[in-house]
């Protein structure tokens, strides 16, 4: 099982990014993906979760303004991240749900 997450960066307040998670080495379609953050000195979190038919779930931080999506064809998870605010700054993973393993993620940093 592989996910691997990319499209982090730096952006202002207020400003957009979009997180894709690229999965490999299991039956993607019919698994639940997740996208969690980590903050430095914080625990990890839930950010939003898509299951395999695309019911979403998302942490009350991050409501209205981050929507997940996936591509069965593609095998891809996509965060998109609007309206941010520095509280959004972490480190962003993505997870087969069913699966212990944990990927490579992905640095947002957003400045005030």
């Known amino acids: 099982v592989q996910l691997q997450a990319s499209g982090g960066g730096l952006v202002q307040a207020g400003g957009s990014l979009r997180l894709s998670c690229a999965a490999s080495?299991?039956?993607?379609?019919?698994?639940?993906v997740a996208w969690y953050r980590q903050a430095p000195g914080k625990s990890r979190e839930l950010v939003a979760s898509?299951?395999?038919?695309?019911?979403?779930t998302y942490a009350d931080s991050v409501k209205g303004r981050f929507t997940i999506s996936r591509d069965n064809a593609k095998n891809t998870v996509d965060l998109q991240m609007i309206s941010l605010k520095p509280d959004d700054t972490a480190t962003y993973y993505c997870?087969?749900?069913?699966?212990?393993?944990w990927g490579q993620g992905t640095k947002v940093t957003v400045s005030s």
């Open positions: 997870k087969a749900v069913r699966y212990a393993s």
């Open positions: 898509i299951t395999g038919g695309g019911i979403t």
């Open positions: 080495g299991f039956i993607f379609r019919i698994n639940s």
